[in-house]
């Protein structure tokens, strides 16, 4: 994970357009960064530990090695979800992480026995992804989520990750601000997920008409900008950082701001991210949706717009920024992005509104 951030870090370092973006509000990113590895790092770190040596310990082969390898590969992915930390309080900031680090780690594993366990079919989908709504759910019971399947024993791994996020979520006061938002997110996340890793061809179809069904008030994003947005945790995470910053007022209003815009360029990144990986894997990747490069910009610029201007609604707004800035520059300066695709990953830097969150204008 560290090892990560610090190879992003270098590439913004050695880049005039990264650079352009990471100092769009003065030293503010910088300041952002530095506090973000200084304090909240050091934090996340030993519960990865933790879950590595839970992980570790699962009995059976294959469901140690999805477990393992979600930890491996998608550390970053944790960072990420713990951003929003930078700015609470000590105590605050220890709390969110402590519940955060273990959802986020639902959410890899679970996609990973649905992307690479080779014995999970589509009808154990729902069951599984029935983990991530009990889990922001305090009252809910811990289910057998393996029910139908993969069959295997897991030594509890999965339960203790449900009943550690109930935990900690139980003791957030003000935590009824949510009301039924989270439930709303898992509800769309987990429908989302069984018609994703579903077989080419048919997963398309399915997509478009669970969307025809959802697509209400999203009427200005096609099938896949929807299906990617809820996909997203960030409306999860930033509006449960509201309430451990002790602003349950407006959690409402921080759902909504990020969902579906900035929700649907954090997986639209994450796609390009893993394009190259999903093509050679057979995995759905929404950004080959796209006819050309240039309507895969302008379609995240359309969404960077809308999501700059909503998060400018929100209390103390250049965090949100920062985000959503720190969001662009990390998915576009992944090492694991290749020197071929530089000059993608440049273009759609620029789609980032300048300085402030400032609209771009007709002629930008």
């Known amino acids: 994970m ?30 952002t960064m530095l506090r973000f590895r200084r304090t909240v790092l050091p934090r996340i770190e030993p519960l990865v530990v933790r879950l590595h040596e839970l992980a570790q310990a699962i009995p059976d082969d294959l469901l140690r090695e999805q477990a393992l390898a979600a930890l491996r590969d998608k550390a970053f992915h944790i960072a990420g979800a713990c951003i929003f930390a930078t700015w ?44 991530v709504a009990d889990a922001l759910d305090p009252a809910a019971p811990v289910r057998d989520y393996y029910a139908f399947g993969p069959h295997g024993n897991d030594g509890g791994y999965l339960a203790w990750l449900v009943r550690t996020v109930q935990r900690r979520l139980a003791r957030l006061a003000d935590r009824d601000a949510l009301g039924d938002l989270p439930s ?73 701001a990020y969902f579906p815009y900035a929700c649907a360029v954090h997986v639209l990144l994450d796609s390009f991210l893993d394009r190259d990986d999903d093509r050679r894997t057979g995995d759905l990747n929404f950004t080959i949706v796209y006819p050309r490069q240039a309507a895969l910009r302008a379609r995240i610029a359309h969404m960077l717009d809308a999501a700059f201007a909503r ?49 771009r204008t007709a002629e930008e």
Request: proline letters at 9%; one cysteine or more; glycine letters at 4%.
């Open 2 to 31: 560290r090892v990560e951030i610090e190879a992003v870090v270098r590439r913004i370092l050695r880049s005039p357009e990264r650079l352009r973006l990471f100092f769009a509000e003065g030293g503010a990113a910088a300041a």
């Open 88 to 131: 609470l309080p000590p105590y605050a900031a220890r709390d969110y992480v402590e519940t955060i680090v273990p959802l986020e780690a639902i959410y890899d594993y679970l996609d990973n026995l649905c992307d690479r366990h080779p014995i999970v079919t589509p009808q154990a989908f729902a069951t599984l992804h029935g983990a």
């Open 311 to 359: 998060v400018a609604e929100l209390p103390s707004p250049h965090r949100h920024r920062a985000v959503l800035r720190a969001m662009m520059l990390f998915y576009l300066s992944h090492p694991a992005l290749p020197p071929e695709r530089e000059a993608e990953a440049i273009a759609l830097l620029r789609t980032v509104p300048r300085a402030k969150g400032r609209m």
């Open 184 to 256: 709303l997110a898992a509800h769309l996340y987990g429908e989302m997920q069984s018609i994703v890793h579903l077989p080419p061809g048919e997963r398309e179809c399915i997509c478009v008409d669970w969307y025809e069904r959802r697509r209400g008030p999203y009427i200005d994003l096609d099938w896949h900008e929807f299906t990617a947005a809820a996909g997203s945790q960030l409306h999860v995470y930033a509006p449960i950082a509201a309430i451990f910053a002790g602003r349950p007022e407006v959690a409402s209003a921080t759902f909504h």
